[in-house]
């Protein structure tokens, strides 16, 4: 039996429950959800029921009232199934708002649920569980990260030199029967994973006439992963108009496949994209659905720097909401000539990030973050996040930071 990690969220999920009366817990499937509201030591005093048993989910339907009554801290698993039963919650939260009296969990996005989140308005907020991260993975989450000491004037100089990073890492990516067992065959669990969304999650959150063409279209989205999002270009691909895409896309985000980055629009620069770029929620799914399978620093695919920053992204994403309820993500391009590929907001605190696969740079690299810094001036720095072992100062602001530090 496999020994549990504790997540980096929990102390953020404890502090939400000492606040709300509701706390959504949303995330892909199989990212550790149902295991962490079980096993986490904080919430193991805490009433536990899952709408996957049925018959728990026949008393949810037939008597939602009646299932929760009297309940003081009550964790509810898949709880999108029962949308009456959020009624009932709402009810009982009007007239009791004692904090911490329910965690509702579900691999579906709640806050893309408009009727779901109309229900929980005002009384509830939401978390999400991304993929492990390599701080979990290590058990290393005790120590503050570097992303969040350097918003708070961390000296660059104290950062030790780390490895390089493990390319077996982006192809294993973060979901828990993977990353944690690296030595199994992750094609035959990644081929399961994709058969029972495509025939259970994606069945029953909307009628999707043809499977096959979904499943087309969620590879040609893996195949685009770290791109500005069209699409016309991903519906042309997939032989589908431009509403059936959206709508196929929508269902992607809807059930945290994947994620649509926002552009940062905060500063005076023109010719501003303004299209969100898409990301898959882990590298390892997005690898196995583009077939790959092998990544070699000496032989260099295309899909390398999209999967790196696949991988860079929900690392980060995961670090960000698991810390603070003002951080943001975004990304930054200038159309035709400047971009970097991250963005991170913490309060008053910017910082772009661009990433280098290779181990060295050159003066063009730079480009991007010199660029962003000169149009937000008020930014605290630009990172070139590169696969070597030392920190270093390029620029005023502008450092080159291994991405295991980065990450770190």
């Known amino acids: 039996m496999t020994e549990y990690l504790q997540r980096e969220i929990e102390p953020f999920l404890d502090k939400a429950l000492k606040s709300m009366p509701v706390v959504v817990l949303t995330g892909m499937r199989q990212v550790g959800k149902s295991t962490l509201l079980q096993k986490a030591q904080s919430l193991r005093n805490r009433k536990y029921i899952t709408l996957d048993d049925f018959p728990v989910l026949e008393a949810a339907r037939s008597n939602p009232e009646a299932l929760i009554a009297g309940e003081k801290a009550l964790t509810i698993d898949e709880a999108q199934r029962c949308p009456e039963l959020l009624l009932a919650i709402k009810k009982e939260v009007d007239r009791d708002r004692k904090p911490g009296r329910f965690i509702l969990s579900g691999s579906v996005n709640f806050n893309l649920l408009k009727g779901i989140s109309e229900t929980l308005a005002g009384r509830a907020l939401y978390l999400t569980l991304h993929p492990f991260t390599q701080r979990e993975i290590k058990g290393a989450i005790k120590e503050p990260p570097f992303m969040i000491q350097f918003a708070s004037d961390l000296k660059l100089k104290q950062i030790k030199q780390r490895s390089t ?35 259970r999650d ?8 043809d499977l096959l063409v979904f499943r087309n279209l969620l590879k040609l989205a893996a195949l685009r992963t770290g791109q500005i999002l069209k699409v016309s270009e991903i519906g042309r691909d997939a032989k589908l108009n431009n509403v059936t895409a959206s709508r196929y896309l929508d269902l992607l985000e809807t059930s945290f496949v994947v994620r649509k980055l926002a552009p940062f629009l905060s500063n005076k620069a023109t010719r501003l994209i303004k299209s969100p770029k898409l990301l898959f929620s882990d590298s390892g799914l997005a690898a196995f659905m583009t077939g790959m399978d092998h990544l070699d620093y000496k032989k260099p695919d295309p899909l390398l720097g999209p999967l790196l920053e696949t991988y860079i992204a929900q690392n980060l994403s995961s670090i960000l909401d698991s810390h603070s309820t003002s951080a943001n993500l975004y990304y930054w391009h200038v159309q035709g000539r400047h971009e970097v590929d991250f963005v991170v907001e913490l309060g008053r605190e910017i ?10 740079w050159e003066t063009k690299d730079l480009s991007g973050l010199k660029a962003f810094l000169k149009y937000t001036p008020q930014s605290k720095a630009g990172f070139l996040a590169y696969n070597g072992k030392e920190v270093v100062k390029l620029e005023d602001k502008i450092w080159a930071v291994p991405i295991p530090v980065l990450l770190s």
């Open 202 to 209: 994606i069945r029953k959150l909307s009628q999707v006439a």
């Open 351 to 360: 910082i772009a990030i661009e990433v280098k696969a290779a181990s060295r």
């Open 165 to 199: 990073v493990d390319l077996k890492d982006i192809l294993l990516g973060g979901l828990p029967p993977v990353c944690l067992h690296p030595k199994t065959d992750s094609g035959f669990w990644y081929k399961g994973y994709e058969q029972t969304y495509l025939e």
